[in-house]
């Protein structure tokens, strides 16, 4: 059974960067194929960061450059590097199968909040 993990969310000041990581436990076809996803209360979930099939790393255009998707295959360990943070980046970030993600494989998230 597939199993995914968020973890690093936390509290920050505007400007600052955290790193979010999505630990990946069992099974899974593509693993390059997870990607970053958020929501906010009253707002659909957004995609923030993934893998295209054409191989092509896509960010949302709110988040570019400032974030930053990563793996490591070795830890099945997908990143999420976020700098230069803005209270508007304050959500639930999950990861999930990108760009259609998997109802089985949403877990509890992990919460980002910027703010002074």
């Known amino acids: 059974q597939v199993q995914l993990v968020e973890s690093g969310g936390g509290l920050v000041q505007p400007g600052g960067s955290l790193r979010l990581s999505c630990v990946v436990s069992?099974?899974?076809?593509?693993?390059?194929?997870i990607g970053w996803y958020r929501q906010t209360p009253g707002k659909q979930r957004e995609l923030v960061a993934h893998?295209?099939?054409?191989?092509?790393?896509n960010y949302a255009d709110s988040v570019k450059g400032r974030f930053t998707i990563s793996r490591d295959v070795a830890k099945n360990t997908v990143y999420l590097q976020m700098n230069s943070l803005k209270p508007e980046d304050t959500a639930v970030y999950y990861c999930?199968?990108?760009?259609?993600?998997?109802?089985?494989?949403w877990g509890q998230g992990t919460r980002v909040t910027v703010s002074s």
């Open positions: 069992g099974s899974i076809f593509n693993f390059y194929a």
């Open positions: 999930n199968k990108a760009p259609e993600p998997t109802m089985d494989y």
């Open positions: 893998r295209t099939f054409g191989g092509w790393i």
